[in-house]
């Protein structure tokens, strides 16, 4: 019984850390989105006084400069729900800084259960690990595939990125390369998904590791 408090205020504590972390990260690329936007007017002066000028060469440039500065805080995936949104182009901010290929397809489906708070929960979790697990491998072995919908009757989430060598189950999850205190986090995504009456599983293979779920959807 103590030992399942323990575990539980460390789970707690580890979580609350870990939302905040998630909120200052979606601050910061809404914060950029306000910058662009507050410069906007300069940008299209600059580029008309370019234009007068027949100064071509610079618009194209200045145009190929703007289009990065914008990729990065664009928001690429419109899953339906605005928190999952911020929470999933965030993360995808960061994989895109850290030379991660992404194929990601989102749309939560009418009927899912699962609050704001806990979907964002569990989503932050997994790609966290999909992340870090990324950036232990070359540049030229990354990838992370995401996809969020409708199987059947259910919500279904699956995330699979590259990895390194396969890992051994410990109590039907697997130990963390970066220790006990990241490994939380799978732990926590198991607790969500057993709220919903749902399943959670995770496999791990040589060069890669696959997180699915599945929870009934309201009829």
């Given at each position: 019984?103590?030992?399942?408090?323990?575990?539980?205020?460390?789970i707690e504590?580890?979580?609350?850390?870990?939302?905040?972390?998630?909120?200052?990260?979606?601050?910061?690329?809404?914060?950029?989105m306000?910058?662009?936007?507050h410069?906007?007017?300069?940008?299209?002066?600059?580029?008309?006084?370019?234009?007068?000028?027949?100064?071509?060469?610079e618009?194209?440039?200045?145009?190929?400069?703007?289009?990065d500065?914008?990729?990065?805080?664009?928001?690429?995936?419109k899953?339906?729900?605005?928190?999952?949104d911020a929470?999933l182009?965030?993360?995808?901010?960061?994989?895109?800084q850290?030379?991660?290929?992404?194929?990601?397809?989102?749309?939560?489906?009418?009927?899912t259960?699962?609050?704001?708070?806990?979907?964002?929960?569990?989503?932050?979790?997994?790609l966290?690990?999909?992340?870090?697990?990324n950036?232990?491998?070359p540049?030229?072995?990354?990838f992370l595939?995401?996809y969020i919908?409708?199987?059947n009757?259910q919500?279904?989430?699956?995330?699979?990125?590259?990895?390194?060598?396969?890992?051994?189950?410990?109590n039907?999850?697997?130990?963390s390369?970066?220790?006990?205190?990241?490994?939380?986090?799978?732990?926590?995504?198991e607790?969500?998904?057993?709220?919903y009456?749902?399943?959670?599983?995770?496999?791990?293979?040589?060069?890669?590791f696959?997180?699915?779920l599945?929870?009934?959807?309201h009829?």
């Open positions: 019984m103590l030992l399942r408090k323990w575990i539980d205020k460390r504590s580890y979580q609350s850390d870990l939302l905040q972390k998630y909120c200052d990260e979606v601050e910061s690329m809404y914060t950029k306000r910058g662009w936007r410069d906007y007017h300069n940008h299209i002066q600059t580029l008309q006084a370019s234009m007068a000028l027949k100064k071509y060469d618009v194209n440039e200045y145009l190929r400069e703007l289009n500065d914008l990729t990065q805080v664009d928001t690429t995936i899953t339906g729900r605005v928190m999952t929470i182009n965030g993360k995808l901010n960061i994989a895109a850290n030379h991660i290929p992404v194929n990601a397809k989102a749309k939560i489906p009418e009927g259960p699962v609050t704001d708070v806990d979907l964002c929960a569990i989503i932050g979790n997994l966290d690990n999909a992340i870090e697990e950036k232990r491998l540049q030229e072995e990354r595939r995401i919908g409708q199987k009757t919500f279904y989430l699956a995330f699979t990125n590259a990895a390194g060598k396969k890992r051994d189950k410990r039907s999850l697997f130990p390369a970066k220790g006990a205190q990241h490994g939380l986090g799978l732990v926590r995504v607790s969500l998904v057993k709220k009456g749902g399943i959670f599983s995770a496999d791990s293979e040589d060069g890669g696959t997180a699915e599945l929870i009934p959807l009829s």
